[in-house]
C-alpha cells in the first residue's frame, strides 16, 4: 500500500508580494515541485505589465517542469481581461 501524502498547501501570492518588496523586485516568479509531484507556481508584478511577464513566465516555468496547466488554480488579484 502506498503512504498517504499530505495535501500540498498552494504557495501564496502574498510570499511573493513580500519578496519583491523586501528585495525591492518588480517581477517575482517563485515555482516548487511537491511531494505530490504537482508543479506549484506564485507570481507578482508590481503593475500589470509586470504581472502579466511574472504569468507568462510561471506558466513557462512550471511546464517545463512537466506541470499540467489544465489542472492550474488561478488565484488572481488584477482583472481577468488583461
Do not use: C, W
Not at 502574498?14 to 507570481?43: F, L, M, P, S
Request: aromatic residues 4%; without cysteine; negative net charge.
Amino acid at each position: 500500500m502506498e503512504p498517504i501524502l499530505p495535501v500540498q498547501q498552494p504557495i501564496p501570492v502574498q510570499a511573493a508580494v513580500e519578496i519583491a518588496r523586501k528585495y525591492n523586485k518588480r517581477i517575482v516568479v517563485i515555482t516548487a515541485v511537491g511531494d505530490d509531484g504537482y508543479v506549484h507556481t506564485a507570481t507578482h508584478g508590481v503593475t500589470i505589465e509586470d504581472a502579466k511577464v511574472a504569468a507568462s513566465l510561471g506558466e513557462s516555468l512550471n511546464a517545463a517542469l512537466g506541470g499540467d496547466l489544465t489542472q492550474k488554480i488561478v488565484f488572481q488579484d488584477l482583472p481577468i481581461d488583461l
